[in-house]
């Protein structure tokens, strides 16, 4: 059974010289992190390496925001980096965080899915590359200058885009209409990324109207992860934006 409420925000830190140059590393060393209740466990089999294209620019500061999806097996279902301060950073982060091993997301003693924020910050000083996320939102703001509005990776706020997205391919739950007949007039608004291909990313329940039974919502969330849209863009260029959908299921079909 999916869980579908899916709260949890955390920083990840690295050790001081944990990062090096750009070479293969295997730490394989645990996390235990906490947010709302929650409890995370993981193992960071590979680090994120600090691209040594922008160290050779003089950038000695880059952060990233990466959403993961993990089921209550541990299993990671989806990751999306949302935001980045250079594309380069969000690469060293994708081509690793496939390879972490999680285990059970555990929130009131039980396995639960979630969808969580993972906060990267890479720092660089002299030859020790290291994490320090205290500084992060100011040089967050300093370094903006640094990156083009091209080499960044953003989400942008829904009434900011050039059009809104078009909905070009979508597919209905499918449920029995005894269930539907026994949960009659009740709604479950998802929470979802559309991504800079048109896709829909990470869809979670935001929230239910009625007593909705949850094999409702899990045919909805199938459906969901079917969409496609086009590309959101921002002054031209493909953004990601997040967004809402609700599903009514009643008995006239709709």
């Not at 160290?55 to 541990?74: A, E």
Request: charged share 25%.
């Amino acid at each position: 059974m999916k869980a579908f409420i899916a709260i949890l925000s955390v920083v990840l830190l690295y050790s001081p010289a944990a990062f090096g140059s750009e070479t293969e590393v295997d730490p394989a060393y645990d996390y235990n992190l906490t947010g709302d209740g929650v409890d995370l466990q993981f193992k960071v089999v590979r680090d994120p390496i600090f691209p040594q294209s922008l160290r050779s620019k003089g950038m000695n500061w880059g952060h990233v925001t990466i959403q993961v999806d993990i089921d209550y097996t541990g299993e990671l279902r989806d990751w999306l980096v949302t935001q980045a301060s250079h594309k380069n950073f969000a690469e060293a982060v994708e081509k690793v965080v496939g390879q972490w091993k999680f285990a059970s997301p555990i929130w009131k003693g039980k396995p639960i899915s979630i969808i969580g924020a993972i906060d990267i910050t890479f720092r660089a000083r002299g030859d020790i590359i290291s994490l320090d996320i205290s500084s992060g939102i100011s040089d967050l703001r300093g370094n903006q200058g640094r990156s083009s509005s091209l080499e960044r990776i953003e989400t942008a706020n829904f009434d900011d885009l050039d059009t809104y997205p078009e909905l070009i391919k979508s597919v209905n739950p499918i449920v029995s209409q005894n269930l539907i007949d026994k949960h009659d007039n009740t709604t479950g608004v998802f929470s979802f990324y559309i991504d800079t291909e048109g896709y829909v990313r990470l869809p979670h329940i935001n929230r239910t109207e009625g007593k909705i039974d949850i094999r409702l919502l899990e045919a909805a969330q199938d459906a969901l992860e079917q969409w496609r849209f086009t590309p959101p863009t921002k002054k031209g260029r493909k953004v990601i934006v997040e967004v809402s959908q609700p599903f009514t299921f009643n008995k006239n079909g709709s």
